[in-house]
C-alpha cells in the first residue's frame, strides 16, 4: 500500500467562508494524489466494466445507503432476473422484490420498478442522457443522476456522494467541522476532469473509501453526516420482516404476522405483544399500503 500524500491548506478566515480555490497548484497536486492511487488501487466492480445505462443505473440504485461487498453479491443476480429495463418493466412487483431481499431498503426496489414501467411507457424504453431529465425519475436523486450521466454517458457535472465528500473534507478543510456542501461543490467543479470524468469519479470515490479506512471518517465533519441508527429492533427491521412474511405466504393477517413475530426483536420472549408493539405493527402495515408495497384484501395483506 503506497502511503497517501496529505495537502493541507491553512484555515484563514477567507476559507472558511469560501473552498481555496485560487491556488492552481494545490489543486495540481490535489488531482495528481488522487489519481496516483487510482492508478495503483483502483477497484475492479462489474459495474465498472460496462457503460450499458440500465446496468450503471441498477448499481447506482443499489449502492445508496450500502456497502460494495452487499451489492457485489445482489448486483449479478439482479441482472440476470430482470437482463434489460425492458424486462425489469414487464416484471411484477412481488418478483423485483424477491430478488431485492437481502439488500434492504426496499424502497429502492419499488421506485427502480416504477422507473422502469415510465421508461418503458413513456420514453421509448430508453433513459435520459442528462442529468436533469434522470433526475424526474423515481428513486434518482442529484448524486445517482450525476453519476449515471457520467458513467454511462461521459456527461460531466459536479455532485457529492459520501466518498467524494470524504476526499474534498480532508484535504481542504483539515481543520473544520460543520463544512456544507455547498462549500466543497465548487471545489468539485473545479477540479472536475470534464474529458474523462467517469476515471476521475472513480479515482474520487476508491480513494475516499481508503481514506475512511485508514484514517477517522473525514465524512464526520460535514454538516450534512447523520450517524445511521441501530437496525436491530427498528421499524426498518420491522418493515423488511413483515414484507419477507408476506412475500412467502399467499396472503397474512395481521394477528398472524404477529405470531411469526413473537420470538423476534419485535416482540422479544414475551407471549404475547403488549399493545405498543401491536401498535407499531399495525402502523407499519398501514404504511407498507399507503406506499404501494402491500394490498389489503378483508383483512388479509398481498403484494400490490
Known amino acids: 500500500m503506497t502511503r497517501l500524500t496529505v495537502t493541507r491548506t491553512p484555515v484563514t478566515r477567507a476559507t472558511v467562508t ?19 492511487y487510482y492508478q495503483a488501487h483502483g477497484r475492479d466492480l462489474p459495474w465498472r466494466r460496462t457503460r450499458d445505462p440500465y446496468r450503471i443505473l441498477v448499481s447506482e440504485i443499489m449502492l445508496q445507503q450500502t456497502q460494495v461487498p ?21 416484471a411484477p412487483l412481488e418478483a423485483v422484490l ?29 433513459l435520459p442522457r442528462s442529468a436533469p431529465e434522470l433526475l424526474r425519475l423515481p428513486g434518482v436523486g442529484p448524486a ?36 456544507a456542501d455547498c462549500e466543497i461543490l465548487p471545489l468539485v467543479e473545479a477540479t472536475l476532469d470534464h474529458r474523462d470524468p467517469r ?11 481508503e481514506l475512511k479506512r485508514t484514517r477517522p471518517n473525514p465524512s464526520r465533519r460535514s454538516r450534512h453526516h447523520i450517524r445511521q441508527s441501530p437496525f436491530e429492533g427498528s421499524n426498518r427491521q420491522l418493515r423488511a420482516q413483515v414484507l419477507r412474511l408476506v412475500l412467502d405466504r399467499p396472503s397474512v393477517t395481521a ?13 422479544g420472549s414475551q407471549a404475547t405483544a403488549p399493545p405498543e408493539e401491536t401498535g407499531r405493527l399495525e402502523e407499519i402495515l398501514a404504511e407498507l399500503v399507503a406506499e404501494g408495497f402491500l394490498r389489503e384484501e378483508s383483512g388479509r395483506y398481498v403484494i400490490a
Open 144 to 179: 445517482t443522476a450525476a453519476a449515471v450521466a457520467a458513467f454511462a454517458y461521459g456527461d460531466a457535472h459536479p455532485f457529492i456522494e459520501t466518498n467524494i465528500r470524504a476526499v474534498y473534507l480532508h484535504h481542504f478543510f483539515p481543520d473544520r467541522s460543520d463544512v
Open 199 to 209: 476515471s476521475w469519479y472513480y479515482a474520487l470515490m476508491d480513494y475516499g473509501v
Open 18 to 36: 469560501r473552498p481555496p480555490l485560487s491556488d492552481p497548484a494545490t489543486l495540481a497536486d490535489f488531482r495528481q494524489t488522487v489519481l496516483a
Open 255 to 267: 394477528a398472524e404476522v404477529a405470531r411469526v413475530l413473537d420470538d423476534g426483536p419485535l416482540f
Open 98 to 126: 424477491r430478488v431485492w431481499q437481502g439488500l434492504g431498503y426496499n424502497r429502492r426496489a419499488r421506485s427502480l420498478w416504477r422507473l422502469a414501467d415510465i421508461v418503458a411507457s413513456e420514453l421509448n424504453g430508453e
Open 70 to 90: 452487499r451489492v457485489l453479491a445482489k448486483y449479478e443476480e439482479f441482472l440476470a432476473a430482470f437482463p434489460t429495463l425492458g424486462a425489469l418493466a414487464a
